[in-house]
């Protein structure tokens, strides 16, 4: 009997790693938006310099009262750029990657 183990796919390690730090780094902008003396669009650059945003992402800064609708935003834009990027892996090799990233965090 010939069995094929299907391979079950997920997210990377370093693309969990890679969208928290984003996200806490993001969190902090809006956190002094206030405060902030440049221009939003050099804020974002020096936050992440492949990320990807346009006006809408500029406008929602602005104009979103709440941080959800604007890194909703962030995320609808930079997804494709992401999910080329950081490529699925099989699950076994993720949880290994996981475990590596969380020990060297926890040390």
């Known amino acids: 009997?010939?069995?094929?183990?299907?391979?079950?796919?997920?997210?990377?390690?370093?693309?969990?790693?890679?969208?928290?730090i984003l996200k806490k780094r993001v969190t902090e902008l809006w956190n002094k938006r206030n405060s902030i003396n440049n221009s939003i669009e050099e804020e974002l650059k020096s936050i992440e310099t492949e990320m990807v945003f346009d006006q809408n992402i500029i406008e929602a800064f602005r104009t979103s009262t709440y941080f959800g609708e604007w890194f909703q935003e962030i995320k609808l834009l930079n997804k494709l750029r992401w999910k080329a990027e950081f490529q699925a892996v099989e699950i076994d090799e993720a949880i290994v990657d996981l475990r590596s990233i969380l020990s060297n965090y926890s040390s």
């Not at 009997?1 to 928290?20: A, D, P, T, Y």
Request: glycine share 4%; aromatic share 10%.
């Open 1 to 20: 009997m010939n069995i094929q183990k299907n391979k079950f796919l997920v997210e990377s390690g370093n693309s969990l790693l890679h969208r928290f």
